[in-house]
């Protein structure tokens, strides 16, 4: 046989496939892929038999394996068969009506100014917490409406730039405008007694009162006590030593200053006296001796020559 001039054919090939060879193939192809996509386990028309075949509940079809049910969900019987009833079940449906939505009404309020206030600086006599007091006046605040009140974050507010250390009081009330005050962010004490509101009615004045809880205070830094076997530095030597409490008084010195001796006449002939020492102030009882006196205070020893001592004569 001829196989070199055979159309479409090649020497050692199969040849060429048939049309049912090709339509097998496809159908092959297709149901892998729907394996893949589509879960048939949660079809609701999908049924298996007691011969081990599989049936369509919507068309009535027999099918011999899975990928056969999964080409015939994709065919045009069976999605005619869908939109149909899909048709069906919605004329027989009662027709349900939407939930309504609760509608919030709005009020709109005409802003007339901000109210009047005054805030009072206190501090607890008993416990030392420092409180802020205020006092809104609403006199012409809305039928039915209250004060209501909050506190913000300073990175909750776009008007300033936000800084750790403060926080704001908001307060408002229609028609009034919202009004903030800013207060140290420190945490408030929100015990029953440390923070209390009150709306009167009558005069139209809002009161609001908190407490800043007490910061712990810092211990004061105490001296380390030096490890067993280490001796302590001495003391620096800052001056004499704090003075014994005495019950005489110390003596005054005397009127016009101490008077000194006067010195010797000096010459080749005469004898230099020793140098005398100044005189020294009694000390008061209860006082500390003086100390020696340093070197550089001594007065200067005496020197042969004109003001010193003459040799001693010669001996024969």
């Not at 060879?21 to 996509?37: I, V």
Request: hydrophobic fraction near 30%.
């Amino acid at each position: 046989m001829d196989f070199q001039h055979r159309a479409g054919g090649k020497t050692g090939s199969g040849g060429v496939a048939s049309a049912s060879e090709s339509n097998r193939d496809r159908r092959e192809r297709l149901r892998q892929l729907a394996l893949e996509t589509i879960d048939i386990n949660k079809d609701p028309y999908f049924m298996k038999n007691h011969l081990g075949s599989y049936e369509c509940k919507l068309c009535l079809t027999l099918h011999n394996n899975e990928g056969s049910y999964l080409a015939h969900t994709q065919g045009k019987k069976h999605q005619t068969n869908l939109a149909r009833r899909a048709a069906k079940e919605a004329k027989e449906a009662p027709a349900q009506p939407a939930p309504e939505k609760v509608k919030v009404e709005v009020k709109k309020f005409v802003k007339i100014g901000r109210p009047g206030y005054k805030v009072t600086k206190q501090r607890d006599p008993e416990s030392g917490q420092q409180s802020l007091l205020f006092q809104i006046d609403y006199p012409e605040i809305a039928e039915g409406i209250g004060p209501r009140h909050r506190f913000m974050s300073a990175y909750e507010q776009r008007i300033e730039p936000p800084d750790r250390r403060w926080q704001y009081l908001l307060i408002a009330a229609e028609p009034y405008e919202t009004i903030a005050f800013k207060v140290p962010s420190r945490e408030i004490d929100k015990a029953e007694s440390r923070f209390w509101t009150h709306w009167n009615r009558e005069t139209k004045q809002f009161f609001l009162q908190f407490h800043f809880k007490m910061e712990k205070a810092l211990p004061p830094p105490s001296c380390p006590v030096p490890p067993m076997g280490v001796k302590r530095p001495p003391p620096l030597m800052s001056g004499l030593g704090p003075r014994p409490p005495t019950s005489e008084p110390v003596p005054p010195p005397p009127p016009g200053g101490m008077h000194l001796p006067p010195l010797p006449p000096e010459g080749p002939g005469s004898a230099q006296m020793p140098p005398q020492m100044p005189p020294q102030m009694p000390h008061a009882p209860g006082m500390p001796p003086p100390g020696p006196v340093p070197p550089m205070m001594r007065p200067p020893l005496p020197t042969e020559g004109p003001g010193g001592m003459p040799p001693p004569p010669p001996t024969n």
